[in-house]
Nanobody
Framework: QVQLVESGGHLVQPGESLRLSCVAS????????MRWYRQAPGKAREFVAL???????VFADSVKGRATISRDDDKNTMYLQMNSLKPEATAVYYC????????WGQGTQVTVSS
């Protein structure tokens, strides 16, 4: 069955970098629209970035210029590299895969605080 497992989230200080991973199983990520979302405490879930099957990437304005999304087909894994992190980036980060429907991982917590 389809499974998405995020990792890499932890406590960092403002200005630091972080790379999140999303390991997929049960399907090939090359054949899916892969996205990252996040949900901060008390706020709605929001789009962060996506990478299409054709390797087109799109970023939310809030992370544009400071984030990179990539995919390793051999490892069936997607990544989100975030640089110059700000406290407002504190959230649970989720990866999603759109295949026949949308599948979600359980999330990984990112906390940006001094």
């Amino acid at each position: 069955q389809v499974q998405l497992v995020e990792s890499g989230g932890h406590l960092v200080q403002p200005g630091e970098s972080l790379r999140l991973s999303c390991v997929a199983s049960g399907f090939t990520i090359r054949r899916a629209l892969m996205r990252w979302y996040r949900q901060a405490p008390g706020k709605a879930r929001e789009f962060v970035a996506l990478i299409s099957r054709a390797d087109t990437t799109v970023f939310a304005d809030s992370v544009k210029g400071r984030a990179t999304i990539s995919r390793d087909d051999d490892k069936n894994t997607m990544y989100l590299q975030m640089n110059s992190l700000k406290p407002e980036a504190t959230a649970v980060y989720y990866c999603t895969a759109k295949i026949t429907s949308d599948f979600w991982g359980q999330g990984t917590q990112v906390t940006v605080s001094s």
